[in-house]
């Protein structure tokens, strides 16, 4: 029948060590099961201008710790902030904002942000549920509650919400089943194309759009994700500086000269090289602010990185060590990887190929910016013809053995043919000479720049996978051992000539960097100080180019793109997507 009501079970009373389930979770599985299970069992959390605004309207309720006496008298009146209950029987905890009385009769006042919503009942389900989880818990502590007040505090308004059998076992139904949903441990479905989504601070995190596309729905993703960036990396190269907090600031000394300053909340992650130094509390600041801090050789090599608390999802993390035990999941996703990193080199190639033009260009040449129609002479076509070949090649390797043999074929024929997309040049400062790939160390120019921007490649992609719960550590492709970054190491393979070469390619045909840059000493060569500062900028220029994703048709950053990315990864490892989609740019 259709007003037929679910007969109440009775809920087994949890053992003290059972973790109990905060009423403010029971609100968002009323509102969204995803959203509550992300936030309670995998512990995701991202701030929005809601949750901040939402934070500072709780200040002055959450400043104190009340508390209610025992055995109330009859005449007493009661008017306690910020009161901690908890039931072993229902299975939740609570902290109620304000409660008002007389004796054993109470009422929970709970405070929310904005106005009052002229709908039928006065309020929407998930706060009268959350209310009424906090009358049930009075009630188990021996008070009398029928109502609650919901105080909205934009509008100062009040609207009372009655405890009556439906609301009561909506309440129940809703504990009962946020606790049945986390014992599965299997997270719920995106919610449909829902208004919701687009004011979520997780909406970035949960991708509720992207999986549905990838799980063939017929659905445009929306940008949810896509806010504006106003915080950048700070790097700081000066072997002699010292870094200090100033209140609200980064203070950079050199000799205990003042040389710089940054604000705090400006800063997206602070970059160290050589000895440059930090004071504990700023450390200790960016640390609380989940600000990573990473360290780099004098020469540009990472050495690694310090973060906060870190990531609590250690769901993810079970994930991912499962997946890497299962060589069938290890093959599939080296594949995709590797034939995403050619496919992309061939486009590399294919846009910026300048042949053995001599310099006839007077513009600053613009990487990836220009079309293959805007090249003096196409790329031979045995070359794209072969390069494709090799991609095809490695979507059919039988084992990584055989596809570490495509790729290595193929990173041979993209990089004898790397010299036909720099500019040449008569000034032999403008010029640089390229015979092929060389590393530890490099031994001309052009590959201490390519082994400087995988450097900082493979910083950016450790930090972005620390950030989303995954260890780099542990990888598919790139076996963890002497203490790489295996998975850092997989997940860049496709934008290795997207963002590493391109970054080479426009610092050398802008004549950003030039051969007085460079410093060569016993068979080596690195960046001076002067030419790392030009290259860094031209670096980040290109982690905040937005480029237009070729499944989701959203335009986004190239940093945002790595964090997408390594969320897709986890969307995949989780059994959510049947493949991780990589980025292949048309």
């Known amino acids: 029948m259709p007003d037929q009501r679910e007969l109440p079970l009775a809920f087994p009373e949890l053992s003290p060590e059972a973790p109990l389930i905060p009423v403010r979770m029971?609100?968002?599985?009323?509102?969204?099961?995803?959203?509550?299970?992300?936030?309670?069992?995998?512990?995701?959390?991202?701030?929005?201008?809601?949750?901040?605004?939402?934070?500072?309207?709780?200040?002055?309720?959450?400043?104190?710790?009340?508390?209610?006496?025992?055995?109330?008298?009859?005449?007493?009146?009661?008017?306690?902030?910020?009161?901690?209950?908890?039931?072993?029987?229902?299975?939740?905890?609570?902290?109620?904002?304000?409660?008002?009385?007389?004796?054993?009769?109470?009422?929970?006042?709970?405070?929310?942000r904005g106005k009052r919503p002229h709908v039928e009942k006065g309020a929407y389900d998930p706060e009268r549920v959350q209310l009424c989880a906090q009358g049930l818990l009075l009630r188990e502590h021996g008070y009398e509650c029928d109502s609650g007040m919901l105080y909205f505090a934009e509008s100062r308004e009040r609207v009372r919400v009655l405890f009556d059998e439906i609301l009561i076992d909506q309440t129940l139904a809703a504990i009962h089943g946020l606790r049945g949903v986390a014992y599965a441990g299997h997270i719920p479905p995106p919610l449909e194309d829902s208004p919701k989504c687009p004011r979520c601070s997780l909406a970035g995190i949960c991708l509720p759009d992207e999986v549905r596309f990838l799980n063939a729905a017929p659905v445009t993703p929306r940008p949810l994700f896509a806010q504006a960036e106003f915080s950048a990396p700070l790097y700081v190269q000066s072997p002699r500086a010292w870094l200090r907090k100033d209140e609200e600031r980064i203070v950079i000394e050199v000799e205990k000269q003042k040389a710089g300053e940054a604000r705090l909340n400006e800063v997206s992650q602070l970059v160290l090289f050589g000895s440059t130094g930090l004071s504990t509390p700023l450390l200790h600041e960016l640390m609380r602010r989940e600000v990573p801090v990473s360290f780099h050789t004098y020469g540009g090599w990472f050495v690694g990185h310090v973060v906060g608390l870190g990531h609590r999802n250690a769901e993810t993390r079970m994930h991912q060590y499962r997946a890497s035990f299962d060589p069938q999941t290890c093959l599939s996703l080296a594949r995709g990887w590797v034939a995403a990193k050619i496919a992309n080199s061939r486009t590399l190639l294919r846009r910026n190929w300048r042949g053995d033009e001599a310099d006839t260009d007077d513009e600053p040449f613009e990487t990836a910016a220009k079309s293959s129609a805007t090249s003096t002479t196409p790329p031979p076509d045995d070359l794209l013809i072969a390069l494709k070949e090799d991609a095809g090649h490695a979507r059919r390797a039988r084992s990584l053995e055989e596809l570490l043999g495509i790729e290595g074929s193929a990173a041979r024929r993209y990089f004898q043919h790397f010299a036909a997309v720099l500019k040449k040049d008569e000034d032999p400062t403008l010029s640089f000479d390229f015979m092929g790939r060389n590393r530890r160390p490099p031994k001309d120019p052009i590959n201490a720049l390519l082994s400087f921007a995988y450097a900082m490649l493979t910083r950016e992609w450790h930090i972005a996978l620390s950030a989303v719960g995954l260890d780099p550590y542990r990888g598919f492709y790139h076996q963890p051992r002497f203490g790489r970054p295996a998975l850092a190491l997989d997940m860049m393979e496709p934008f290795r000539p997207l963002i590493a070469d391109s970054t080479v390619i426009t610092a050398v045909n802008n004549g950003e960097v030039r051969g007085t840059d460079f410093i060569r000493a016993a068979g080596s060569c690195a960046l001076s100080d002067s030419g790392r500062k030009r290259f860094i900028a031209g670096f980040e220029r290109r982690m905040g180019h937005e480029v237009t994703h070729p499944l989701f048709s959203y335009r986004l950053s190239y940093r945002r793109l790595l964090e997408v990315q390594a969320r897709l990864l986890i969307r995949h490892l989780a059994g959510e997507i049947p493949e991780y989609p990589n980025f292949i740019t048309r």
């Open 26 to 112: 029971v609100n968002e599985f009323v509102y969204c099961p995803r959203l509550a299970y992300l936030m309670w069992v995998q512990a995701e959390w991202a701030d929005s201008a809601d949750t901040v605004e939402g934070r500072v309207k709780h200040k002055r309720v959450d400043a104190g710790s009340g508390t209610l006496p025992e055995k109330p008298e009859d005449d007493e009146h009661i008017h306690a902030r910020s009161v901690s209950l908890s039931s072993l029987t229902l299975g939740i905890t609570a902290k109620l904002d304000l409660v008002e009385g007389e004796g054993s009769y109470v009422t929970p006042v709970d405070y929310k």
